[in-house]
């Protein structure tokens, strides 16, 4: 009870000069001046002071400050600043909006604030990522992608193409939450990770959270990625779309109601199966290899104080390779949002989400004689209010809750053989998350020092519905634990439950006007986990919360970093250190079977493991020449009782090294080349290190018990494209072209995705040696080209 006294005491100390004082305050909105967008991060300024501010996720600001007359400037990197005589002598409403620059290159926008926020800023190990600048990254088959985006950042990886999701340092896929529009994505990949779920039309901005995650986030130990949808055009009608490779894909926004209400509408869809159809022979026929997702969203201001927003995504894969098997995968999400601002001080959001992730398997020649159907999905439903109250500029406070209901449906499966029916189905399971938070954001001394810190409160109940398993001790440390018991609960009962108190903090201490210090330390709490043991998770993997055999995961992460701008904010330089400490994440004894398995939960082990390393990152964000340059050397170790002798031993997701190398030149006004260059350190696998004979068959053996014992190549690859903007002297024009031409894997190197062991082809001779062999899996193995045409009308 001592800290919760100590941090109401905090909130009033630094508060309590807020109110020594009639003040006045001026609040509004920032839009873009074209399409009506609001513009994330957007600096206020007070001019001649040391007074400002930022808008928030929604383009909302709000500054309290002394009466008097003032010049606000408000400024957003690639737009017009725009300066504003006011006479405070009362609170005020200003509205602005911006006019993008008409004289400005095309530079890379890592951060779009202003200049030197990268080191004014409380925030660290955030990163946040413009469609301006994913859009001019070279891509596979020139398609824009925003998860291939982020892996180019420090601390992000991936363990290779056509694997799903990310990797933020040294974690699991599943420890990152993956938000469109607050509503979670449990598989954000299309075509085997190929590409992302997310529409690049229909995404307004990208934000990254590694670390020094604030307390109004939870459910993940590793990462926020949180993707923020365009609300659509409030000013007049616009198309925009693409023809490429692999598919093509159109949007279309409108206002509804000038000012006051627009809709956004995206689709895309690919046609490899159409294309191919022709070259397939009979036994192919009927073939499906295709992805497909719609987006939609609209809004409507009700009043000066009252908007609501509704968002929506639906998305499939589909794969059979004939008409007789196949199988599928997809997300539906929709959420519903109202901003209230109660008064100039106090802004609200209010949250309704729901989440589905289904996928389905099926195969059989006869479905009465001989077939199998198996399908899965996970639902949640939340409600999520939020509170902003601006006690100053130099003092805000958030808080607010979430409360989340989940259904996991692990297997609904039929299994026929020789006409007869086997039920061969998973019970489902239930559970609800809950959480409350109270943050502070803070600047003392004339914004030496800034802080940021909070406590989330979260609760987690598994609950009753379905037989709960009760397993004994495993015969040795490491196998499979025996079934014990079975108990028959009643639907809504409360099996287990935990609370887990989460304190997240981050201060900032400004060296000088281009330099500062940053730490930053968070406890993170996550109650629902993905069963894989496959090196690369894949869409069939099953999610299961936490139960009375499986205790919530915990991590805690601290950071430390430094901040550097060089030749006046045309360079952006950092160096960041972080540690974290996980405990109770799920592992597997050796051979684990995770798939229809009703007992999964006793082949379950609970470990520990740690993850360190250091990121560095050099931007320049200036000139005809810009990008940058990343370079994270990390390790990422696991220890798990009865595994790998009881040592540490490197994760699936270590990568030693991770360099990046993304530029940009602006060839002509039209024209620009980009590049990227990507060197990985390949991860480990596990392979065996010794075998023996037996009937003249060599079986392999893994004779001293180790885990990812070896590791694949190292990989790397160079891609580069070109983009061809429309004319200068065409930019009146309704009609706006834009041709990409790209090369993927420029040298066409044949990197491995996974290498294994395998006795060599042929007959062998009696008496003579048996022959072994190394087989390397490339997913991608030469040289891709590409051509695509973006189109914008309007």
Do not use: C
């Not at 499939?316 to 109202?338: C, E, Y």
């Amino acid at each position: 009870m001592k800290r919760h006294y100590i941090l109401t005491l905090l909130f009033f100390a630094f508060s309590f000069a807020a109110f020594a004082q009639e003040r006045v305050t001026v609040k509004g909105y920032i839009k873009d001046a074209g399409n009506g967008e609001t513009l994330i991060g957007a600096t206020v300024l007070l001019s001649g002071t040391d007074k400002g501010t930022t808008t928030n996720e929604y383009g909302f600001y709000s500054l309290t400050v002394d009466p008097g007359q003032y010049t606000l400037v408000v400024t957003y990197l690639g737009y017009e600043d725009v300066r504003r005589e006011v006479e405070l002598l009362g609170n005020s409403t200003q509205d602005f909006e911006l006019s993008e620059s008409g004289t400005a290159l095309t530079e890379v926008v890592v951060t779009a604030k202003e200049e030197d926020n990268n080191v004014s800023a409380v925030q660290m190990s955030v990163e946040n990522l413009q469609m301006s600048t994913i859009e001019r990254l070279p891509a596979l088959l020139g398609e824009v992608d925003v998860l291939r985006s982020i892996q180019l950042l420090p601390g992000v990886s991936s363990v290779g193409e056509g694997a799903a999701g990310f990797n933020v340092r040294g974690g699991s896929i599943d420890q990152n939450l993956v938000i469109l529009d607050e509503a979670p994505v449990f598989n954000s990949s299309h075509l085997f990770g190929f590409f992302s779920v997310f529409n690049p039309d229909a995404v307004k901005g990208v934000k990254l959270y590694k670390g020094g995650i604030p307390a109004r986030y939870g459910g993940r130990l590793s990462s926020i990625l949180d993707v923020r949808m365009k609300e659509g055009n409030s000013k007049q009608f616009e198309m925009q779309g693409g023809i490429g490779t692999i598919f093509s894909r159109l949007s279309v926004e409108a206002p509804i109601v000038k000012d006051k209400s627009s809709f956004l509408l995206a689709g895309r869809r690919s046609y490899i199966d159409v294309l191919a159809a022709p070259f397939l022979g009979d036994d192919l026929s009927g073939t499906k290899l295709n992805f497909y997702d719609l987006t939609l969203k609209t809004n409507y201001k009700f009043s000066d104080k009252d908007q609501v927003f509704l968002s929506g995504y639906l998305g499939r894969d589909v794969f059979a390779p004939g008409d007789q098997a196949g199988f599928s995968w997809g997300n539906t999400t929709g959420t519903v949002r109202w901003n209230h601002l109660f008064n100039d001080r106090l802004f609200s959001n209010l949250t309704f989400y729901y989440s589905d992730y289904d996928y389905a398997i099926n195969f059989g020649d006869d479905p009465e004689e001989d077939a199998f159907d198996w399908d899965a999905s996970i639902v949640n439903f939340s409600v999520k209010p939020e509170f902003s109250y601006f006690l100053s500029p130099d003092n805000v406070i958030r808080f607010g809750g979430q409360g989340i209901y989940y259904r996991f449906e692990p297997a609904n499966a039929i299994a026929v053989s020789d006409g007869t029916e086997i039920d061969i189905s998973i019970n489902n399971q239930w559970a609800i998350e809950s959480a409350v938070f109270l943050e502070n954001e803070l600047s003392l001394f004339k914004n030496k020092v800034k802080l940021n810190y909070g406590l989330r409160l979260s609760h987690f109940a598994y609950l009753g519905g379905r037989p709960v398993y009760e397993f004994g001790e495993a015969p040795r440390v490491g196998f499979a634990r025996p079934l014990t018991g079975i108990t028959e609960t009643e639907k809504g009962e409360v099996v287990e439950d935990w609370f887990n108190l989460e304190p997240r903090a981050a201060v900032q201490y400004q060296l000088a006007p281009n330099s500062s210090l940053k730490a930053s330390y968070q406890r993170t709490a996550q109650y629902i986990h993905l069963l894989s043991n496959t090196t690369a998770s894949i869409p069939l993997d099953i999610w299961t919360p936490s139960t009375n055999n499986i205790d919530p995961s915990m991590a805690d992460q601290f950071a430390v970093g430094y901040f550097r701008n060089l030749k006046e904010n045309t360079y952006e330089a950092s160096l960041e250190l972080y540690y974290k400490d996980f405990s109770n994440l799920v592992d597997y004894v050796d051979g684990a079977d995770l798939v229809l398995n009703e007992f999964v939960e006793g082949q379950t082990l609970s470990g520990e493991g740690r993850a360190y390393g250091a990121e560095f990152q050099l931007k320049k964000v200036k000139g005809r020449f810009n990008g940058w340059i990343s370079y994270t050397l990390a390790k990422s170790e696991r220890l798990t009782p009865g595994v790998n002798n009881n040592e540490y031993y490197d994760n699936r997701f270590d990568q030693t090294h991770n360099f990046n190398i993304t530029g940009f030149y602006d060839l002509s006004e039209r024209a620009t080349l980009s590049a990227t260059f990507v060197y990985n350190t390949g991860t480990p696998v596990t392979l065996a290190s010794a075998g023996y004979y037996q009937l003249g068959y060599y079986v392999p053996h893994n004779e001293d018990g180790g885990r990812n014992n070896f590791r694949i190549p190292d990989y790397h690859r160079l891609d580069v494209s070109v983009t061809l903007d429309p004319k200068k002297e065409n930019a009146d024009r309704r009609w706006q072209g834009q041709w990409v031409f790209g090369v993927y894997n420029l040298y066409g190197r044949r990197n491995a995705f996974t290498v294994s062991g395998t006795q060599s082809e042929g007959r062998v001779i009696p008496g003579s040696p048996v022959m072994t062999e190394s087989n390397q899996l490339s997913v991608v193995g030469s040289i891709i080209p590409s051509i695509s045409y973006n189109f914008k009308f309007k």
